[in-house]
């Protein structure tokens, strides 16, 4: 007799309300799709209020409050520019804001996908979908790797400065090959390590015994899912088709 | 060499995704503001990439790796459309194929694997063919309409083919460094 078992691990939750990975992924795709192609203002503040309500979601207060300051503040202070008739006088600044309101979305979804998502969630996605472990492992590693290469970056680049050495563009174009070697040398070297380590870590998970795997979380979509995917899909199709 | 991937190379394979993913996005942002050096952006971060991906089919000499290198950055390079992956798949390929056999002189087929596979960087330009009006409408909210008349002026519809041939020098250049950087770093460090 196998009698139904109820769970007897709990996982801290993270979230005001559980939102699978695979609906972040698409709103993730759909937001910078619709923030690159129309530059309509409903799109905007839909996108934003979508992105803005997800960094709620996830408990990030820092993240939502800048967000929502740049995102709504300087769309609001276009609009009073506009109104004013002082849209001309400040031209070059709202180019500025333009730009970083375009990628902002695209930026809140990312910070969401690699930080506020667990490594054992999107591995219980890409098991029901039946992707190979191939693509499933490396993508969660690609994922988690960025932020960690960033900081990288710029910690050497902080140790090139005290040797006096600036690498931009202008270094760039005199010595090519040496700012090549002082850059991407280091960061090879110093990524190796933690991908040693990574892998160690790997192993004491159990992900190299070559069976199957079971996954203790379960992969749902809850009905708050579906909404997003439908909003996000509808703004999509009426931006393209609309305008 | 023909071993199946493990655990640890799909690790390795993510990792260094993510290294040529950032290099990439750096190199684009620092040199994207100027029109002409945006064209060059085959060239020039092919030349970067070199050592990344050079680093990479030494640390992991096995069948499928370049294909998920493919795969993942063609994925993050899709944004505007579906051709980038569909490009960055059909190089992946092909770099597979020329790495198939890795006897005889490993360095050369090096050169030529990765000379293939960076015309994957070409694929966010294929824009410029298919979707014409709209990148330039996009430029123009991002940059300016002068930043658009001069892109325009530099880019007749033969430009991909020039771009084409700046990827396969971008690479070939990237390569010999690449190998240069690692006999003169990795195989001593111990790190290949």
Redesign the interface.
């Known amino acids: 007799m196998i009698r139904e078992r109820k769970p007897v691990l709990y996982f801290k939750k993270d979230s005001f309300i559980d939102i699978s990975p695979i609906t972040k992924i698409i709103i993730f ?1 759909l937001s ?2 619709i923030m ?2 129309s ?1 309509s203002l409903l799109g905007e503040w839909i996108v934003g209020s979508i992105a803005a309500l997800f960094l709620l979601n996830a408990k990030a207060w820092g993240w939502s409050y800048k967000f929502a300051l740049l995102f709504f503040g300087t769309l609001l202070l276009e609009e009073i520019a506009k109104l004013t008739g002082t849209e001309q006088t400040f031209s070059l600044f709202f ?1 500025v804001c ?2 970083v309101r ?1 990628f902002l979305p695209t930026i809140a979804m990312y910070y969401i996908l690699a930080e506020k998502t667990t490594a054992s969630e999107y591995l219980a996605v890409f098991k029901k979908l039946h992707i190979p ?3 499933a ?6 994922l988690r ?2 932020p ?3 900081e990288h ?1 710029q910690n050497i680049r902080k140790a090139l400065v005290f040797r006096n050495i600036r690498i ?2 202008m270094y ?1 174009m005199k010595h ?2 040496i700012s ?2 002082r850059l ?2 280091p ?3 110093s ?2 390590k ?2 040693e380590e ?2 160690a870590a ?2 004491t998970r159990g ?2 015994v070559g069976r199957k795997r079971t996954t203790i979380v379960k992969f749902q979509l809850h009905p708050a899912d579906f909404l997003l995917i439908i909003v996000g899909i509808l703004t999509m199709v009426y931006l393209e088709g609309g305008f | 060499m023909k071993k199946k ?4 190379d ?6 260094f ?3 040529y ?3 990439l996005l ?1 190199a684009v942002m ?2 994207g503001f100027n029109p002409i050096i945006y064209l060059m952006t085959p060239l020039i971060a092919g ?2 990439l070199g ?2 991906f050079i ?1 990479y089919i030494s ?1 992991v000499p096995k069948k ?1 790796a370049i294909l ?1 290198l493919a ?2 950055t063609g994925l993050v390079m899709s ?2 459309s579906i051709i980038p992956l569909v490009i960055a798949i059909a190089v992946g390929i092909l770099a597979e194929l020329v790495l198939t056999n890795r006897k005889g002189n490993i360095k050369v087929k090096n050169v030529i694997a990765y000379s293939i596979f960076n015309i994957c960087l070409v694929g966010p330009f294929t824009m410029l063919l298919f979707a014409r009006d ?1 990148f330039m ?2 430029s123009a ?4 309409q002068d930043y658009v008349d001069r892109i325009s002026a530099l880019t007749p519809d033969w430009i991909l083919l020039v771009l084409v041939g700046l990827a396969i020098i971008g690479g070939l250049i990237g390569a010999t ?1 690449g190998n240069k ?1 690692n006999k003169k ?2 195989e001593q ?1 111990g ?1 290949v």
Do not use: C, W
Not at chain 1, 137 to 142: D, G, P
Not at chain 2, 5 to 8: A, D, E, L, S
């Open positions: 795709i910078s799709i690159i192609r530059g180019v333009n730009v375009i472990d191939a693509f492992v490396s993508f969660v590693v690609m790797f960025i960690t290469l960033r970056l931009g563009p760039f090519p090959i090549i070697e991407i040398v960061m090879l070297i990524s190796g933690v991908m990574l892998s790997a192993m992900l190299d | 991937m493990n655990t640890k799909y690790i390795f394979a993510g990792a995704a993510a290294l993913i950032v290099i750096a620092l040199f030349i970067i050592p990344v680093l640390k499928g998920i795969i993942l944004s505007y709209q409408q996009t909210d991002y940059y300016g460094l950087l770093h990795f460090a790190i």
